[in-house]
């Protein structure tokens, strides 16, 4: 029976390493889960087994299998799920370390039980939670983070956490959404471009060879249509190195302020997307700031943070420079205004909630009433793509056809006289 150098986790979090004998790899992780060991990594060794937390070895020469890290990451649904449990169980009266312990053995990823069982051991040792996720800024975000740390300021974690929660899945959701709409147009625009290129590399150039021995005169759209399928057949590397050359290019310079801040502004402009990214910015906006603001972080600091998360440089400028006036004593409203990029109706709303001292809930308000813009949005901009990517496919098959049969029924015209 082969031996197997473990490494684990045991149900209070701590690495355990040893070395155990089983039939298999499956075999020796159905063994450890029986002993409450959660195992992450697994080596076989020719070193006999050693029951409990010897070292692991190195030697036999074997390869490493990592279970824990292969193909495995932390999805934002993940840590919205795990909020909603800690949030559920600090209300029913569990202390935040027992809290943490029973996430950790609750999650299914290793990589996510390693995240929870070092946020526990550092608050264990005393540190805030705020502190102890700020150790893990891929898997929390900044946004996150504050929220944890204005909850446990003002007492009130349990609440920010369910916050927290109902914001990451209404993301999500939205996400979801969009993902979804995009993803028929491009379907049929991929089909449609290897549709069209297989006809250019196998069929034209058959078609092109039968016309050069007939000796006749070839229409215009037909030359062109022979010519272009010379280029790609003959020089479809120089053609995949150019593309790949222009991709790269365009992010270089995308991802240089003037270049991000052009794209940003072309994108804001455009017909049905600009309005499509507009709606969906001044709703993770909206729902943003809301949500920060309800949990106690201030509003200074929760506008740096919404700033961030836009991800349109031109809105981002407009919010930065109505957070240097607010710190000199303005509204947010009359900046939003002047900027002429968020519209009237998100103006005047949050100038109402300004006034009446009700922000986050007009906040609320009006997130909810662009989630559903958004989602109508989305379902017109499909409506419009879907027929585009239809027609474009048609044209391009069209001419190819009509390329090919003119010249035919011209010869078949000229044998019939």
Not at 86 to 104: D, K, Q, W
Not at 128 to 144: E, N, Q, R
Not at 361 to 366: A, E, F, G, N, R
């Amino acid at each position: 029976m082969p031996a197997y150098a473990y490494t684990g986790l045991s149900p209070a979090g701590k690495t355990i390493k040893g070395i155990e004998t089983a039939d298999s790899v499956p075999a020796l992780k159905a063994l450890l889960k029986r002993q409450g060991v959660y195992l992450t990594a697994v080596t076989e060794t020719t070193r006999g087994a050693s029951g409990g937390g010897g070292g692991t070895g190195s030697g036999g020469g074997g390869r490493e299998i990592d279970l824990g890290q292969l193909f495995d990451r932390v999805r934002p649904k993940d840590v919205a799920a795990m909020t909603r449990l800690m949030s559920t169980l600090l209300c029913a009266g569990v202390t935040l370390p027992e809290s943490l312990l029973a996430l950790t053995d609750q999650v299914e990823s290793p990589r996510f039980k390693n995240v929870l069982s070092d946020v526990g051991s550092k608050v264990n040792e005393g540190s805030s939670l705020a502190d102890a996720l700020a150790g893990h800024p891929k898997v929390f975000s900044k946004l996150y983070i504050n929220m944890v740390r204005a909850g446990e300021a003002s007492g009130s974690l349990e609440t920010v956490l369910i916050r927290i929660a109902d914001f990451m899945d209404q993301q999500e959701e939205l996400r979801g959404k969009v993902t979804t709409a995009m993803f028929y147009p491009m379907a049929m625009g991929l089909v449609g471009v290897g549709v069209v290129t297989l006809l250019m590399v196998k069929v034209v150039p058959g078609i092109a060879e039968m016309f050069a021995g007939q000796g006749a005169e070839l229409p215009f759209t037909t030359r062109s249509l022979i010519a272009i399928s010379a280029v790609i057949s003959g020089y479809w590397w120089l053609l995949i190195m150019l593309m790949v050359g222009a991709v790269y290019g365009f992010r270089k310079w995308h991802s240089t302020p003037a270049g991000r801040e052009l794209t940003d502004r072309v994108i804001l402009s455009m017909p049905v997307v600009g309005g499509l990214a507009r709606k969906i910015a001044i709703a993770r906006f909206a729902r943003t700031l809301s949500t920060m603001l309800a949990s106690g972080v201030q509003l200074l600091q929760a506008l740096d943070i919404v700033r961030s998360l836009l991800g349109n440089v031109v809105l981002e400028k407009v919010l930065t420079t109505a957070r240097d006036e607010i710190r000199e004593g303005a509204g947010i409203a009359p900046s939003l205004k002047r900027s002429g990029q968020f519209p009237p109706l998100v103006t005047h709303m949050i100038a109402v909630g300004e006034r009446s001292g009700q922000l986050e809930q007009m906040l609320t308000d009006l997130a909810n009433a662009y989630d559903r813009e958004t989602s109508a949005a989305i379902t017109r901009a499909t409506a419009v793509l879907e027929p585009i990517m239809i027609v474009a496919m048609g044209g391009s098959v069209g001419f190819i056809v009509f390329a090919i049969m003119t010249p035919i029924l011209q010869m078949n015209q000229m044998g019939g006289h």
